[in-house]
């Protein structure tokens, strides 16, 4: 009888031991699950913020160039139409031939600011032509606008993959065209040079400046008044691209890196 009770006590003891591994395995097992669920319920949350940001930059982006595009047409068909009317109107009027011609020149320059302003606003070469060529235009028209500044520009388009989505020409270009006025505004540059390569692994550009070097810190990028870096952190973003400052003797060199993604 005591055999028995030894045995079955024995019995029972491994049950109790095998079913305390059970539950301590069970234990375990719940916790790795759950912390792995709590993980990929992170990740779905950052990744779900990352999305709304990234829409929400998108949308700005979007409605900013409805607006420039809005402005643009109506600069062009309106005010432009109403000056080339104005101009016209003149050779009617009983004047001296001097100062008609005087009229005519200061309205004719009136026209050709118009006419730059609703192109950088709206630039329909960059749709027509591309990056390279809408680069080259935005570059020389500046260069016969500014003239005490010397600008020089390299482009290198390999003709085989010549264009990118509109979408990455667009925001290249508008990056483009608030480096150069931040330069214009703030560095007391006296050169700009800007460096374009285009290929089938996507596009690097680069803007330098012979002027007061300059990398915006985290802070610089979050002031109210610095609209300009928003700007072009936000159109990086847009297209996931990286932008590089980096400072020179003298002046600085900011270099924008864009990557063709490979299709999964």
């Not at 003149?90 to 004719?108: C, H, S, T, V, W």
């Not at 985290?218 to 870096?229: E, F, I, N, T, V």
């Amino acid at each position: 009888m005591d055999q028995q009770e030894t045995s079955n006590l024995g019995l029972l003891l491994i049950i109790g031991t095998l079913a305390m591994f059970i539950m301590a395995l069970s234990i375990i097992v719940f916790a790795v699950l759950y912390q792995q669920k709590m993980r990929r319920k992170k990740q779905e949350m950052i990744q779900m913020e990352l999305n709304y940001k990234n829409e929400m930059v998108q949308a700005t982006l979007d409605a900013k160039e409805l607006e420039q595009r809005r402005i643009a047409i109506e600069l062009h068909d309106d005010i432009g139409s109403s000056l080339t009317a104005l101009k016209l109107s003149f050779a009617l009027l009983p004047i001296d031939e001097d100062e008609r011609k005087l009229l005519n020149a200061g309205i004719q320059d009136t026209i050709n600011k118009v006419r730059s302003l609703s192109n950088r606003l709206l630039p329909t070469i960059l749709e027509e032509l591309g990056l390279v060529p809408a680069v080259k235009s935005l570059v020389n028209t500046l260069a016969q606008q500014i003239p005490h500044v010397q600008f020089s520009i390299i482009a290198v388009n390999d003709p085989k993959h010549p264009a990118q989505t509109r979408e990455v020409s667009l925001a290249v270009y508008r990056i483009l065209q608030e480096l150069i006025n931040n330069i214009l505004k703030y560095a007391e540059a006296t050169a700009i040079e800007i460096v374009l390569e285009q290929n089938e692994e996507g596009i690097r550009m680069s803007v330098s400046d012979n002027g007061k070097g300059f990398i915006p810190t985290q802070d610089d990028k979050r002031k109210s008044q610095s609209l300009g870096l928003k700007n072009i952190e936000s159109r990086s973003q847009q297209i996931d691209a990286k932008i590089e400052y980096q400072l020179m003797e003298p002046g600085t060199k900011v270099v924008l890196i864009w990557q063709v993604k490979e299709e999964i």
